[in-house]
């Protein structure tokens, strides 16, 4: 399985389950070589199997390149879980600029695309099915977050872009599974002030936000359980 975001926060807690669970695991990063290559060297230490691998989601000459890399046959691929994005840009609707939509979507629209394609052509296909998973949000609705737009948006339209996966190559034997979180105690909530923090805990569910492992759960419980070919599903969490 291949993990975006592998390094840190969800994508980390998950590749840890995952490998525990007997999972060869592509360690996906950015940025984060370090990290990556870390985790990964964690994974193997504890009698898992992992590899980093550089997944970039703004760059597609160098996804492709990553999914080349992974695509040599030692570990058929069956499954991909989308957990990078980029901080949200906390800041109000008509003080959005360009560049902040660009940036989110660049990764969430452009780059997932770019790796969709490239696993289906050259993991999925050849073995006649794979499996998506993504990590979206309750930022984008049913009760829509404020002054998130551009990362508000760039999740709608991963979440569109999905269902048209599975719309188009579902009869192929493409599966799509989906989890919305809300807040996620991780690093990425350095990008909101910290009054705005500690008001958002104080109105969560038992004063908590959730943890990292949480989500990763619901995703390792999705990849164990994969959906019909063609259906979104959501898991809970």
Not at 24 to 47: C, F, I, M, Q, S
Not at 53 to 67: A, N, S, T, Y
Not at 161 to 181: D, H
Request: with cysteine; charged share 20%.
């Amino acid at each position: 399985m291949v993990v975006t975001g592998g390094s840190s926060g969800i994508g980390a807690e998950l590749c840890r389950a995952a490998a525990a669970a007997g999972w060869h695991v592509w360690v996906g990063y950015g940025a984060g070589a370090v990290r990556a290559e870390t985790l990964a060297a964690e994974l193997v230490e504890a009698g898992g199997s992992a590899e980093a691998v550089r997944l970039p989601l703004d760059d597609p000459e160098g996804l492709r390149l990553g999914v080349a890399a992974i695509a040599d046959g030692r570990h058929p691929v069956e499954a991909a879980v989308l957990c990078a994005a980029p901080a949200p840009d906390v800041t109000s609707l008509l003080k959005a600029t360009p560049g902040q939509f660009r940036r989110q979507f660049d990764c969430a629209v452009v780059g997932n695309h770019t790796l969709t394609t490239e696993l289906w052509r050259r993991c999925f296909r050849p073995r006649g099915s794979g499996h998506l998973l993504a990590v979206l949000s309750t930022a984008h609705g049913p009760e829509t977050a404020t002054h998130m737009a551009s990362y508000v948006a760039a999740k709608g339209a991963l979440d569109a872009l999905l269902r048209a996966a599975a719309a188009e190559l579902g009869r192929a034997g493409l599966r799509i599974s989906v989890v919305r979180p809300g807040y996620v105690d991780t690093p990425m909530l350095n990008a909101f002030e910290p009054r705005l923090i500690e008001r958002a805990r104080a109105a969560a569910p038992e004063g908590r936000f959730l943890m990292p492992a949480e989500v990763a759960g619901a995703l390792l419980h999705g990849l164990q359980h994969p959906p019909h070919p063609g259906v979104v599903a959501e898991l809970s969490v």
